[in-house]
């Protein structure tokens, strides 16, 4: 009882400090319907966040619920209040109030699905126990019904002694009485008795509790075991997997490309456009190859992002995602992660953005990070250009075996380097720094539904505009500074130069050409002279960009690759005489494309995704020594076998 | 016998869940609690993990999970939906 009158006081002083809003705290299970009330309650309002000091996604919205303010918090999705990790216990800190900078919800509105009632309300009983005014929202009604099952609302309020509402959320049933009931949580009745503290007491409570609401349980999900049937089989299933993931890297890797050159192209009228109206000088060279260009790099993603997060989303929704976690979830088990991670590694093939986005869809936190970790390994489309280049350049055209040619040995070699890579990386990074907890592996299967296309809308708004707030400010910072890192100090080229002597005068004379000289005795002993240096650099806004800045350094007036290729394999080191690019060398840059993470938008979208700079600091490390002592052993191997 | 021996199609009732570990602690709230009904519905094509049915839902476990669950296996005819 004491419980209860505290929170009683709380709740009178909260309505006594005028214009304070109400927090409610809304709780659920996973596929309990609570995203759907939560959008139902706030509609685009949400402010998406993360908790201090864990990887927890923090998600509040304001409403107006019977003319008093009202925060909804939307709490992690979660089967039990017994924290078993940091992550979870996150929810059990912020409900106690602990967590810095997060007020405690004054009330709880917990979730529940009409058809798992049993399983439901044990999680409920925990609710019920933390003596907070609570009220119990029963979702999918209509479901229950469609399987011809009766809820008693009334009798099951009365055998929990907390107010219920039954509701079908996408439809809007039931929100008008939810939200009268909501704006008033002081007048919400309480348990007479706590449930039960132990689990099997409060299992034997919900199973009294779930008789006495369901006036006829619901049949079997007929249509789920049938669809099941055939999507679980040992062999259909196996293909059907298959066949959804070809189709689903099909889609961010060639649907997205004429959207992304479309972009590119439109940014590059722009700057022309821009050009032409402005007399030449710093201010136009600021907005057109800094900023122009920077907010290019940001938008350029985009159309990944909404085709992954549009398909990621409706498979997740339909229910299909639990069913395939399921069935490679043995393979990627083998390496310490579960199988989520196969569609986010799967995605990082096209480009470790969207790949890195997609690990939201992972549980459990660890695997999660451990998934964010490697996915730069796998290899994106950003390294393709980079790759054909030197093998166009450097790898004799020869056939191998039949139509098999030497050239597209060495490509695939390369992609499987960065998968092994990967394989190796998870498997030691679970076994030493994110050692698990124990956490023990469970997925639910939930029935498949047609999701509603507003929800589904919702969400992918809601990651791509996560991205560009987050990760695209962060971006086009970088893209701007790199900018001034080649474009500064300004000064003017000595005039007996060509125009595209001037251009590699102006590359060798910048900031950028500076570090590239200052970083040539330590990338010496992998064969990289200050160009490569140079290229290395720019390369961080996007792996291909090295390319450009090579041409530009070769002095090509154009970027036509088959100059470049000409270019590369001409150059000679003045002091030597002997070609820059030796077998060794060239083997070797192939091999430091494979692992070092060339990539900033990665590293922001890896501080959007683990709420710190730690993990991309570790990430850009981690890989950068690999790529350093890989690329090192390839320069000494390859020598030796070629002396 | 524990849980991960129950053949697919079988069903059981559970009888213990080993030790107080947290993996223990939240398989209970999960809702694998002495005296509940579980059968296994079927394995996934590489043969782990398995998905089970228990109060109204359906749950994949791991082996590994499994094997901490002890199950009293109820005879063929006992069983209904």
């Known amino acids: 009882m004491s419980q209860a009158l505290a929170a009683d006081e709380s709740l009178d002083s909260a309505a006594g400090a005028a214009g304070r809003a109400l927090r409610l705290g809304l709780l659920g299970s996973p596929n309990s319907g609570k995203t759907t009330l939560f959008n139902a309650l706030t509609g685009l309002r949400a402010r998406v966040g993360n908790y201090p000091g864990v990887t927890v996604e923090r998600r509040e919205g304001e409403a107006e619920i019977d003319g008093r303010r009202v925060v909804v918090i939307d709490l992690p999705g ?18 106690a109030g602990k967590v810095a900078g997060v007020a405690p919800p004054d009330a709880l509105v917990v979730t529940a699905d009409a058809c798992t009632l049993r399983r439901s309300l044990l999680f409920v009983g925990q609710v019920l126990r933390l003596g907070l005014p609570s009220c119990l929202v029963v979702t999918m009604v209509d479901e229950l019904h469609a399987r011809g099952g009766r809820l008693d609302p009334e009798g099951l309020s009365a055998a929990l002694g907390v107010p219920v509402v039954g509701v079908v959320g996408h439809r809007g049933l039931g929100l008008t009485e939810l939200r009268r009931l909501l704006g008033h949580p002081e007048s919400w009745s309480r348990p007479v008795v706590p449930p039960p503290a132990d689990a099997v007491g409060r299992a034997g409570w919900a199973d009294s509790v779930a008789a006495r609401a369901l006036t006829t349980p619901p049949g079997r999900e007929l249509r789920t075991a049938r669809i099941d049937r055939v999507v679980l089989h040992p062999l259909v299933g196996t293909l059907l997997f298959a066949a959804v993931m070809v189709t689903f890297f099909q889609l961010i890797f060639a649907w997205a490309e004429p959207a992304m050159n479309a972009i590119d192209a439109a940014v590059g009228a722009a700057q022309g456009a ?3 109206l402005l007399p030449p000088g ?28 549009s398909v990621l989303y409706l498979l997740e929704d339909v229910g299909y995602m639990a069913r395939a976690a399921f069935v490679v979830d043995r393979a990627m088990g083998r390496i310490g992660l579960e199988g989520r991670a196969f569609v986010a590694l799967l995605s990082s093939y096209a480009c470790a953005v969207p790949g890195i986005m997609a690990t939201r869809t992972i549980p459990s936190p660890r695997n999660r990070l451990v998934t964010i970790l490697v996915a730069p390994l796998m290899t994106c489309s950003a390294r393709l250009p980079v790759y054909a280049l030197l093998i166009g350049a450097f790898v004799p055209a020869r056939r191998v075996l039949g139509p098999i040619g030497l050239q597209g040995l060495v490509l695939l070699g390369l992609y499987l380097l960065g998968a092994a890579a990967a394989v190796v990386a998870a498997a030691v990074l679970k076994r030493t720094l994110i050692r698990g907890e124990g956490l023990p592996f469970y997925l639910e299967l939930p ?13 992918v708004w809601g990651a791509a505009s996560a991205f560009l707030r987050r990760a695209g400010t962060i971006i086009l910072s970088v893209t701007v500074v790199l900018w001034v890192l080649l ?9 007996e130069l060509s125009k595209g002597a001037a251009a590699r005068w102006h590359v060798e004379q910048s900031i950028a050409g500076r570090i590239g000289h200052a970083i040539e005795p330590a990338i010496a002993p992998l064969g990289f002279d200050w160009k ?8 961080l806004a996007a792996r291909e ?8 350094i070769y002095a090509l007036s154009d970027e036509d690759e088959g100059s470049l290729r000409g270019a590369l394999r001409a150059d000679v080191d003045p002091r030597t005489g002997s070609p820059v690019f ?6 070797a840059l192939l091999v430091f494309f494979v692992f070092a993470l060339q990539c900033m938008s990665t590293l922001a979208v890896m501080r959007r995704e683990t709420n710190s700079w730690r993990w991309p600091a570790f990430a850009f490390g981690y890989l950068l020594a690999l790529a350093y002592a890989a690329s090192f052993s390839t320069h000494r191997l390859v020598s030796w076998l070629g002396s | 016998m524990n849980l991960a021996r129950l053949p697919v199609g079988g069903a059981a009732v559970i009888e213990a869940v080993a030790d107080g570990s947290p993996v223990a602690l939240r398989l209970l709230d999960l809702g694998f609690v002495p005296g509940t009904e579980v059968r296994a519905l079927r394995r996934a094509p590489l043969g782990d993990p398995t998905l089970y049915e228990l109060r109204g839902t359906q749950l994949c476990l791991r082996r590994s999970e499994a094997e901490r669950i002890q199950v009293r296996p109820l005879p063929a005819r006992e069983t209904n939906g």
């Open chain 1, 78 to 95: 979660t089967y039990s209040l017994d924290p078993i990790s940091p992550d979870e216990a996150i929810v059990a800190r912020l409900l």
């Open chain 1, 274 to 276: 821009l050009r032409s």
């Open chain 1, 282 to 309: 710093l201010l136009v060279d600021f907005l057109a190859d800094g900023l122009l260009a920077g907010v290019g790099s940001v938008i350029v993603f985009l159309p990944q992002i909404l085709i992954l997060f």
């Open chain 1, 447 to 459: 029935p498949y539904r047609v999701p509603p296309l507003r929800l589904l809308a919702h969400q």
């Open chain 1, 487 to 495: 474009s500064f100090p300004r000064s003017e080229p000595p005039a």
């Open chain 1, 532 to 539: 490569i240096g140079v290229g290395l650099v720019a390369s």
């Open chain 1, 545 to 552: 960009v090295i390319v450009a800045t090579l041409a530009q």
């Open chain 1, 582 to 587: 030796t077998p060794p060398t060239v083997a």
